[in-house]
């Protein structure tokens, strides 16, 4: 039901003609994308190995978009072979000259565009120059970010392809994202100005420039802290295009959330390893779970905050947990580095063997997690709308390491 809510609630905000599509770097779990594709989601992916997950799920090569600041001529190569074989992605978006260089070479040499072979369209990703209102972790648009190119850079990488590519690849637009957890719309709303206004520059010799790709960003925070929703950022959009002539307005537009679409939807259960008493210190007791960084690393990386619930006290269910004495605890993991914590919370009184839950770990966790300390992955399972679970990812074995 969460997934099903968020991707409503998007669809909502930019409905049709609007293109919709989850970034599979928030989670990577083809049975998670197999839903979000059946609620009219495409697969926006950064590398091969992401490609092959939406394939997976059955989300066709011409709902697939491709982007990322790690593309290797590997990557290249593999969206040309599917343009080649009449299948392309929707399109590629371009970090950089040189990548655009690139990916020439590879479909020249492919002949795409002759032979009855089809081109491949590509977008460029444009550095917005903005100060996004996130955690500097999470801030991809800034003038120093390495994501992107100016506006100088992008105009002349549209003209070398528009002149050279000669029907190889096909300039379609501008890619733009200016970062994670957005906590407002004013950064957001600059960077689609200058894409717009951008595109409706280079749309004036170039008719096939009709694509502006927005990106994601919208925010997921605690529960008790409302931050814009899609609808809010939805509502520049108008505006913005009513000032740009219609001959210069895109045709298509586009979105990628990741995290708002699948974030609700995760619960990672953890089991209690220890409680430790600790006087003297702020707070006085630790406890000490059997999952950490290794499962869900947001906390360590950049101090994200996901509220924790005990669904056991001292061995039995919690069948009223709001009614249950609670006191604060410093929650850490299982892995062995100091950082390796996910903060203060108000638990009941907790035993080896108790059961949490920590919330909104649906995005980031599946995806970011690793296999540090010897760890196995996590098993991966659905909660279906009539109450059946469904594995989606196994557990991970330990004689698959090393």
């Not at 049709?16 to 770097?25: N, T």
């Not at 343009?83 to 992605?89: D, T």
């Not at 002759?114 to 955690?135: C, H, I, K, W, Y």
């Not at 992107?148 to 990488?157: H, K, N, R, V, Y």
């Amino acid at each position: 039901m969460a997934i099903a809510d968020a991707a409503a609630e998007l669809e909502r905000a930019f409905p049709d003609p609007v293109i919709r599509q989850f970034s599979l770097k928030a989670n990577d779990v083809a049975a998670v994308v197999a839903v979000l594709a059946e609620h009219g989601l495409g697969a926006n992916v950064v590398s091969g190995g992401e490609w092959a997950v939406a394939r997976k799920a059955g989300v066709p090569n011409e709902r697939t978009t491709i982007e990322g600041i790690g593309k290797t001529d590997a990557d290249l190569r593999r969206a040309v072979r599917a343009a080649a074989a009449g299948s392309p992605p929707a399109w590629l978006s371009l970090e950089s000259p040189e990548e655009a260089d690139a990916l020439l070479a590879i479909a020249r040499r492919a002949r795409l565009g002759r032979d009855g072979r089809r081109p491949l369209d590509v977008l460029f990703r444009l550095n917005p120059a903005v100060s996004p209102e996130t955690l500097a972790g999470l801030a991809v648009g800034t003038s120093t970010s390495k994501f992107g190119m100016t506006e100088t850079e992008l105009t002349s990488a549209v003209e070398r392809l528009s002149t050279a590519a000669a029907g190889t690849l096909v300039p379609r637009g501008i890619h733009v994202h200016v970062g994670s957890q957005l906590g407002a719309v004013d950064a957001w709303r600059e960077a689609a100005r200058r894409s717009l206004a951008l595109l409706g520059l280079v749309r004036g010799g170039l008719e096939s420039f009709d694509t502006v790709d927005l990106g994601g960003g919208f925010a997921v925070g605690p529960r008790n802290v409302p931050g814009p929703g899609p609808a809010r950022f939805a509502r520049e959009l108008e505006p913005l295009l009513e000032a740009i002539p219609r001959h210069r307005r895109p045709r298509r537009l586009a979105v990628e959330p990741g995290r708002f679409l699948v974030a609700r939807a995760g619960w990672l259960v953890a089991r209690v390893l220890h409680i430790r008493e600790r006087g003297g210190a702020a707070v006085d007791r630790q406890v000490v779970l059997d999952a950490g960084m290794t499962e869900l690393i947001r906390p360590a990386l950049y101090g994200a905050r996901h509220e924790i619930e005990a669904l056991t006290s001292l061995g039995a269910p919690l069948v009223q947990p709001s009614a249950a004495p609670r006191r604060p605890a410093l929650v850490e993991g299982p892995v062995c580095e100091s950082s390796d914590q996910l903060g203060l919370h108000e638990l009941p009184e907790l035993r080896r063997g108790d059961l949490v839950v920590i919330r909104d770990a649906g995005a980031y966790a599946a995806s970011l997690g690793s296999t540090y300390n010897g760890r196995p992955r996590p098993a991966q399972v659905l909660l279906e709308p009539d109450g059946a679970f469904r594995l989606a990812r196994r557990r991970g074995r330990v004689a698959d390491l090393g």
